[in-house]
């Protein structure tokens, strides 16, 4: 008898879950990452099986009955439950149309095993007729010599049956355990071909990620130089800050100083517009006197013009004085003329009297004209 390698009749990725035996509820991942889950067929036990192997384990040898039913819970996760094994067995694929190819696939295995189980059904009962037997028929019991031949016969019949029947066990078992070992090495060579597309993927995404630190690093380190540039010239600047905040202080004092300065010249300032003030209105008072003065003064020129008509007795230096006085003042000389101008009208030359008969009669004549120095103004007044 020659054994042959079996190839799976359909294989797919998927996550493996086992249901929780505790609670019946939660799946417990049977792997990190996604495996290779196949269908097999046992032809040594004509039988139907669904293998998933993760490193040396066999996470899934589940032998597919006709009872047995797949669900689809979601659009990518199906379930089966297995009462050979006690569990329930969960996958996750990568996407819904993996999921309904897997699910087909079940309902095809499943009617296959169905039909596989008919035909061995009715192998078993024509090697044994006797089992179509009802239970109600008798088999009449064969007449045996007790020392004829046909003992010896019967006995070496069912002796030859038993060894066939044992070879056969033997057979059958040393081909069932060679169809696992089969499907186990075939699950672990996908696992690990698998495992290592998975590494030649991270090799290079490793190679990627390193180009990509050398770039990050070499940004790194450039802003590390210009931080620390940065950091020189602000400790420099703190040096420059503390001289500066020294000037700023003596600046400080010498404008306080200013302030102080100023105030004071601005109360010179204002002390001197108000004696300026004064000074304009004595000003005022002494222009407003000399206008007063010179019309007085005018007037007495005047008056002493007019004295000079009446008494002819005058000399001509009182005139010269009064005419003087007559004239405008300065600011500088006017006290000087005043004084002038009085002298020469209430101090006079005398009038030297003459005892001849025209001028007594003369002065006899006109007594108003009389000049008395006591009463000058009387005169004056009868002038007027």
């Known amino acids: 008898m020659s054994t042959t390698r079996e190839q799976p009749i359909f294989s797919t990725r998927a996550h493996v879950f086992q249901i929780d035996p ?34 040396t384990k066999a996470i899934i040898n589940s032998t597919i009955t006709p009872n047995m039913t797949f669900t689809k819970t ?3 996760f199906g379930q089966w439950a297995d009462s050979r094994a006690n569990t329930v067995y969960g996958l996750g694929f990568a996407s819904e149309q993996h999921l309904s190819q897997f699910a087909e696939k079940f309902q095809e295995v ?29 088999l009449p019991s064969p007449i045996i010599s007790s020392n004829g031949p046909g003992e010896d016969k019967l006995f070496r019949s069912q002796s030859a049956d038993v060894e066939i029947t044992t070879e056969k066990e033997r057979l059958k078992k040393m081909l069932s355990e060679g169809s696992v070992s089969e499907v186990q090495w075939e699950a672990e060579f996908f696992s690990l071909q698998d495992n290592n597309n998975k590494l030649v993927a991270a090799l290079h995404e490793a190679n990627a990620n390193v180009d990509q630190w050398k770039k990050q690093l070499a940004a790194y380190q450039e802003e590390t130089e210009t931080l620390r540039q940065r950091v020189a010239e602000l400790e420099s600047q703190g040096a420059h800050d503390s001289s500066s905040e ?43 006197t000399l206008q007063k003065l010179q019309v007085r003064m005018a007037d007495l020129g005047h008056l002493s013009t007019q004295i000079r008509g009446i008494h002819p007795h005058f000399s001509s230096e009182p005139k010269s004085e009064f005419c003087r006085a007559a004239m405008p003042i300065s ?41 008395s120095p006591l009463a000058p103004d009387v005169g004056l007044e009868q002038d007027r």
């Open 74 to 76: 979601s659009q990518k």
């Open 22 to 55: 505790a609670t019946k509820r939660n799946w417990i991942p049977a792997s990190k990452h996604a495996l290779t889950v196949s269908y097999f067929y046992d032809a040594t036990r004509n039988v139907y099986r669904i293998i998933s192997v993760g490193g």
């Open 331 to 371: 600011a500088s000389g006017w006290w000087e003329q005043f004084l002038a101008c009085t002298s020469a009208f209430f101090h006079p030359p005398r009038i030297t009297q003459r005892y001849d008969m025209g001028h007594n009669q003369q002065a006899i004549a006109n007594p108003a004209f009389t000049y």
């Open 246 to 288: 020294n000037n700023k202080e003596e600046l400080s004092q010498t404008l306080e100083e200013l302030e102080l300065l100023i105030k004071a010249k601005d109360e010179e300032i204002q002390m001197l517009k108000s004696q300026k003030c004064g000074r304009w209105e004595a000003e005022g008072e002494r222009e407003e």
């Open 110 to 138: 499943k009617e296959a095993a169905r039909l596989a189980r008919e035909k061995s059904q009715d192998k078993t009962e024509l090697t044994n007729p006797a089992l179509n037997i009802t239970s109600h028929q008798v």
